[in-house]
């Protein structure tokens, strides 16, 4: 059958249409182990793309897992997250689009500015404002995972001097020998346990490692006022290291003879041990835990009772 001539115009037009302009090519996927928590990974990589006007594709394929299509045009990002650790993420990244190479360093550049300037651009909550100098602190929290006979528990610690220090809770310590700490960048350390007080439920634990990031306990405050502010930096199950916010509810009160502060707080599993800041950034108490059957209740060892411990055990 002879094709006519009008035919073979439309068909050369579609062509050029949809042909790709010179450069145009897929990258090969690159995949690197960046020290974020994968919530803030997505939470980054969504603002930037959606900033820069891209249409987003946000897919789970699996528990725990997160995959990113972006498309502008015709560039094309396929980017998947994977969680390394409980303050690390494993990003593989493909691009495809006009000058593929350049478009990668780009990414990788994009996400190492990020981290390098953690207080520029923090992804929030809507309607929530976390102090810059409360995120500040995020460096020093740890995630603690003790393992005994079998059983693995994990749950929240801080930094407390740059020799390695690492101040917990005793009641999630248990009997354990086997104690793992994964720093921010997503390292992980063995730990041994120097004091423990299952009265006052506060252990000191000891890393072999020096950290620049430390929170001092000397600039700590105990008096908090009703229904002022506090922020809790931890490392919950399921939720690395994300940042909430609660009002204190309640005078302190008394649990075992000694005093608790309760706040309206968002705290789940894995929170104990997480130092709570009010809103210039100061230590004012620890997370004990929730109360039972509920999640937005918390109590809050105060920092009176923190600094009697250390008194205590600087005097052994």
Known sequence: MKIKPYVWQMMLLTALITAPEPGYCASEAVEKRIPLPIGEMADMLAKWWTDTGY?????????????????????????????????????TAAFS??????????FW????????????????????????VVLSRMESVVCINARSDGNSNQFSGFIIDTDGLVLCTAHALGNSQDLTV????????????????????????????????????????????????????????????TVYSG????????????????????IHPGSSGSPVFDGNGNIVAMVKGRYRGTSSTAFLIPMETILVFFKEKSSL
């Open 182 to 241: 994964t720093l921010y960048d997503g390292r992980q350390v063995q730990a041994k346990l120097l004091f423990k007080d299952a009265h006052k439920d506060l252990s000191i634990l000891q890393i072999a490692l020096k950290s620049k990031a430390a929170i001092q306990l000397s600039e700590g405050r105990n008096l908090l006022g009703m229904g002022e502010t506090v922020f809790t930096v931890g490392c919950p199950v399921n939720l690395q290291g």
């Open 55 to 91: 249409q987003i594709q946000r897919t789970e394929p699996e528990a725990g897992y997160v995959r990113f299509r972006a498309i502008k045009g015709q560039e094309n990002w396929q980017v998947d997250l994977a969680p390394h650790s409980a303050l690390a993420t494993r990003v």
């Open 97 to 106: 689009g006009m000058n593929p190479e350049i478009r990668q360093q780009q």
């Open 247 to 266: 009002t204190i509810n309640s005078p302190p009160r008394k649990m075992n003879d000694l005093p608790l502060w309760q706040a309206q707080m968002e």
């Open 109 to 132: 550049d994009h996400i190492t500015h990020y981290i390098n300037n953690p207080l520029a651009e923090k992804p929030q909550d809507p309607g929530r404002h976390i102090p810059a």
